[in-house]
């Protein structure tokens, strides 16, 4: 048993390990299918700390700990004072004592990372301003379920550089395939990851141009979580940034359309995108329970508490 495993960042897992997870969520996925009994973290507790609401959030991280035998405690904004009333630090030590892991969703990432620091045990980023990992893994396991291994294949991007898109260029890395970004000018993600991605990452301008020779296509929404009063702007920064059946057609044969969900229909896609039949958002959204499974069975195995 090693140290304390924390699911900051894609970057806090090797290669290897994120593929095997991504394995492991497919092998969990057909067991929980055929309601197979797989409960191997009986009395295991997990707290959940909402800083920012979230359906599939919330219903994936309480069902998977249902499943796999253990409990998991929901602790809203009101509940949890994340920062505020007691230090980070303070609050990290205890729930060392009193739980197995913390799953948080905020807005600063510092925020996670100075708790984790703190933490004897196993913290997971389930959002921030800056990152949304568990996401990814559900994106990832939804292309290796559909089309197989990503490694070598384009992904493309469209919209705004938020958080879901720098872990998009974490994923890049960590999957080893190449990603075309179009953003309108003055909505690239962080620059720090674009210079570690070095050439494997690419910002087009034009979704047309981006989108060719793509064989996955993502977007999310145009305002973020806390950017609503920024929406008016933004329609009109990110016109022509829509995704829509006939962007798709611009991409490879097979390619397919991903969306992390609450979709704005009429504005990132168009009204019929999420009935295509290349679109995969709602096994996608599924997938979050499966992966995140995997995930959490990860840092219990490996953790040393």
């Not at 495993?5 to 897992?13: G, N, V």
């Not at 067991?31 to 997990?46: A, D, G, H, S």
């Not at 979580?225 to 044969?253: C, H, I, N, T, W």
């Amino acid at each position: 048993m090693g140290q304390v495993r924390h699911f900051l960042t894609l970057s806090d897992l090797s290669k290897p390990e994120l593929y095997a997870l991504i394995v492991r969520a497919i092998e969990l996925k057909a067991m929980q299918k055929r309601r197979e009994n797989y409960e191997p973290f009986k009395n295991y507790v997990l707290a959940m700390v909402f800083e920012k609401s979230s359906t599939r959030t919330r219903i994936s991280f309480e069902t998977g700990m249902a499943q796999l035998g253990g409990h998991a405690i929901f602790l809203s904004p009101r509940d949890a004072q994340f920062g505020r009333g007691e230090p980070l630090e303070d609050t990290a030590r205890v729930l060392s004592e009193m739980v197995d892991a913390v799953m948080v969703r905020t807005f600063d990432h510092q925020s996670i990372e100075t708790f984790a620091q703190y933490s004897r045990i196993p913290v997971i980023n389930a959002l921030t301003d800056d990152y949304h990992p568990c996401q990814l893994l559900a994106d990832m396991q939804t292309y290796h379920e559909v089309r197989g291994d990503i490694k070598g294949k384009t992904v493309t991007w469209v919209g705004d550089g938020n958080n879901m898109c720098n872990s998009y260029i974490n994923a890049a890395v960590q999957f080893d395939f190449n990603l075309n970004i179009a953003c309108p000018e003055g909505f690239e993600p962080m620059q720090s990851l674009l210079e570690i991605a070095g050439d494997r990452v690419q910002i087009i301008r034009d979704p047309q141009d981006a989108v060719r020779g793509a064989s996955l296509v993502t977007t999310d929404v145009w305002a973020s979580m806390g950017q609503e009063e920024e929406q008016k702007l933004r329609l009109e920064k990110f016109k022509g940034y829509q995704v829509s059946p006939d962007l798709m057609d611009l991409a490879e044969k097979d390619a397919i359309f991903l969306h992390c969900l609450p979709a704005h229909r009429g504005e990132e896609i168009s009204q019929d995108m999420l009935d295509d039949p290349r679109s995969f958002a709602f096994p996608q959204a599924g997938n979050r329970l499966h992966a995140q499974k995997a995930l959490l069975e990860f840092l219990f195995n490996n953790s040393n508490q």
